[in-house]
């Protein structure tokens, strides 16, 4: 069926290093959302983009949504040890959601 | 606190058993969901509750029984399981059911329920 695809599923930098993590879908998406999770904890809402080529920030994270809509990504500049967790994007192919399989971030002190 | 509660956090239960799962909110949302949560997969939608309507994965083993009373609470019904079962199991809710893009579709989860089947 339709899926959302991420990459990478790992990612390990250095502290202040920059990290960016990609989702693709084969079809256009009505939206995409982007959620956090913390080792041992739940996923947790970041941010939604619904407007073609719309880019939104917060703070270090800056996040697109690609001008066809079938792909989005979050960058994140200078990486600090409180981003350690995995990142889920979420697009909506259809009248439903799918997640992407996250990308693990690990970032060394 | 998120306002999405689960009980318990964690349960090891046998392949024979009957075991359920509790999920409450306190957020005035309408619509819960399960959602299975497998080491290196992504989160897999198992049921929506969206205004007391039930919609399903249909790649849902029948062991799994949702039961939603009403729009504050959810339950999964767990029954003769097998090991590939365990996972975390997140529930969730929304302020309206996924096909509403106007960002009333961000969901809210509860902390997991980690379940471990022998």
């Known amino acids: 069926g339709q899926q959302v695809m991420q990459i990478p599923q790992y990612q390990h930098v250095q502290e202040g290093e920059d990290f960016t993590t990609y989702c693709n879908s084969s079809?256009?998406?009505?939206?995409i959302q982007w959620y956090k999770q913390r080792p041992g904890g739940h996923p947790v809402f970041l941010i939604q983009?619904?407007?073609?080529?719309e880019v939104k920030k917060q703070k270090r994270l800056t996040f697109q949504f690609g001008e066809a809509k079938k792909n989005s990504s979050l960058h994140i500049t200078a990486t600090q040890t409180t981003d350690v967790g995995t990142y889920f994007c979420?697009?909506?192919?259809?009248?439903?959601?799918?997640f992407g399989a996250g990308t693990r971030l690990t970032v060394k002190p | 606190e998120t306002g999405v509660t689960q009980t318990p956090r964690h349960l090891v239960m046998g392949m024979t058993n009957k075991k359920s799962l509790k999920c409450e909110q306190h957020?005035?949302?309408?619509?819960m969901y399960w959602y299975k949560q497998s080491a290196k997969k992504p989160l897999e939608l198992m049921f929506v509750?969206?205004?007391?309507?039930?919609?399903e994965n249909n790649s849902v083993p029948s062991r799994f029984s949702p039961e939603c009373p009403n729009s504050s609470h959810l339950f999964l019904h767990l029954h003769t399981l097998q090991p590939e079962d365990s996972a975390l199991y997140l529930c969730?809710?929304?302020?309206?059911?996924?096909?509403?893009?106007?960002?009333?579709?961000?969901?809210?989860f509860g902390a997991g329920s980690r379940l471990t089947v022998l």
């Open positions: 957020l005035g949302h309408n619509a």
């Open positions: 983009l619904v407007k073609s080529g």
């Open positions: 969730a809710s929304s302020q309206s059911g996924l096909a509403d893009f106007s960002g009333a579709n961000v969901l809210t």
């Open positions: 979420a697009g909506s192919p259809g009248n439903d959601m799918r």
């Open positions: 509750y969206s205004l007391e309507e039930r919609v």
């Open positions: 079809t256009t998406l009505s939206n």
